[in-house]
């Protein structure tokens, strides 16, 4: 008898496993794949809460071909000043810095341009935007505390033209990894991004500056106004559609709620 209720469940267990198998093996591929991102993705971004984002001036690599090349350190500085302007980043500068507070993370981000200048007149730059920071922990398998350097955030460029114009190209560059670091950051924070009717204005206003900032000399010039402002006239026309649909969509909500109703206007002195 103990003979048989042992192969009774050796039966049920070889039967329960069979459906833990045929289960597990039937569910979707993507399915898994999902889970298995939502783990790697479980993390706060690498730029949640960070309260300080101080900007170096740019470091060049390589300074004979970054001269022949026409690139100014002083002016991409001023540049990112201008792109950041109006933004919600809390960017500090260079020399102006405050003192490093207790509990208030801060991070430091470092452009940095590797120039080449051939015989042919043609410039090549490498521009690459580093936000880190230095820290001290005890890490394995000792227990002393170790100095490191943790990487937030990284991005770069490829850049090649002409030696007459490397600059402006090289302008624009710093512009687009401005801008999409401080995208990256505006949506790593627990607010979310900027409202549309913000960010337009924040774009309005930085458009005048950077266009100015990419003349030198305060002057527009049809180039650059179509290089620059052809861009951002994009996406403004992208959150306009965005805040009109909004709009619609909320009309229609009120509507069906029953809250879409007249407001009797004030009466006037004639009607009084």
């Known amino acids: 008898m103990n003979a048989k209720n042992a192969r009774s469940a050796m039966n049920v267990n070889k039967i329960l496993a069979l459906v833990f198998c045929v289960v597990v093996c039937a569910a979707p591929a993507h399915a898994l794949e999902n889970e298995a991102l939502q783990y790697r993705i479980s993390g706060a971004p690498g730029l949640y809460?960070?309260?300080?984002?101080l900007i170096n001036p740019p470091?060049?690599?390589n300074q004979k071909d970054s001269q022949q090349c026409n690139l100014k350190?002083?002016?991409l500085f001023r540049l990112l000043r201008d792109t950041f302007m109006g933004t919600d980043m809390p960017t500090l500068y260079a020399g102006e810095e405050a003192p490093v507070k207790a509990g208030v993370a801060r991070i430091t981000v470092q452009p940095e341009v590797t120039t080449k200048y051939d015989d042919s007149l043609t410039c090549h730059s490498y521009i690459q935007f580093v936000a880190e920071a230095k820290h001290t922990l005890r890490l394995p398998p000792i227990e002393d505390r170790r100095n490191f350097t943790a990487t937030y955030w990284r991005a770069g460029l490829m850049i090649s033209s002409l030696q007459d114009d490397h600059d402006e190209q090289v302008a624009e560059a710093f512009i687009k990894l401005a801008d999409d670091l401080n995208h990256t950051y505006t949506l790593a924070q627990p607010s979310g991004h900027l409202a549309p009717e913000q960010r337009k204005a924040n774009d309005l206003?930085?458009?005048?500056?950077?266009?100015k900032q990419l003349d030198g000399t305060?002057?527009?010039?049809?180039?650059?106004k179509h290089n620059t402002s052809k861009e951002l006239q994009k996406q403004l026309d992208v959150i306009e559609e965005q805040e009109k649909a909004r709009a619609e969509q909320e009309a229609k909500e009120r509507k069906e709620r029953g809250e879409d109703t007249l407001t009797?206007?004030?009466?006037?002195a004639e009607g009084m």
């Open 59 to 61: 470091l060049f690599f």
């Open 49 to 53: 809460k960070v309260h300080e984002i």
């Open 205 to 211: 206003m930085r458009q005048e500056n950077i266009i």
């Open 73 to 75: 350190s002083e002016r």
């Open 218 to 224: 305060g002057k527009d010039t049809p180039i650059q």
């Open 264 to 268: 009797p206007a004030p009466p006037t």
